[in-house]
């Protein structure tokens, strides 16, 4: 049973970073298909960075160049570096494996 915890979120100025990290137990990153997904009210979830276990990332189009994901085999986490926020960045932001997911952390950018 794979267990995913986020943390990082909160409150940000545009233009200012936040790195949100994903603490997985249950069975190794490096051997799943990791992935970053977000949320906000009355919205579907929208996929923002997947990384695979060979190393292979792909980010939607409105975060390719700010987003960046990357993982910790040693300390079995997966990040994702948020630059040059904007208000449209926010919302909840989850942590995903195939099957699983964590309980979210808030991203809010805002002035």
């Known amino acids: 049973q794979v267990q995913l915890v986020e943390s990082g979120g909160g409150l940000v100025q545009p233009g200012g970073s936040l790195r949100l990290s994903c603490a997985a137990s249950g069975s190794s990153v490096s051997r799943l298909v990791m992935a970053w997904y977000r949320q906000t009210p009355g919205n579907q979830r929208e996929s923002v960075a997947l990384?695979?276990?060979?190393?292979?990332?792909n980010y939607a189009d409105s975060v390719e160049g700010r987003f960046t994901i990357s993982r910790d085999n040693a300390q079995n986490t997966v990040y994702l570096q948020m630059n040059s926020l904007k208000p449209e960045d926010t919302a909840v932001y989850y942590c995903?494996?195939?099957?699983?997911w964590g309980q979210g952390t808030q991203v809010t950018v805002s002035s």
């Open positions: 995903d494996t195939p099957g699983h």
């Open positions: 990384l695979t276990p060979g190393g292979r990332t």
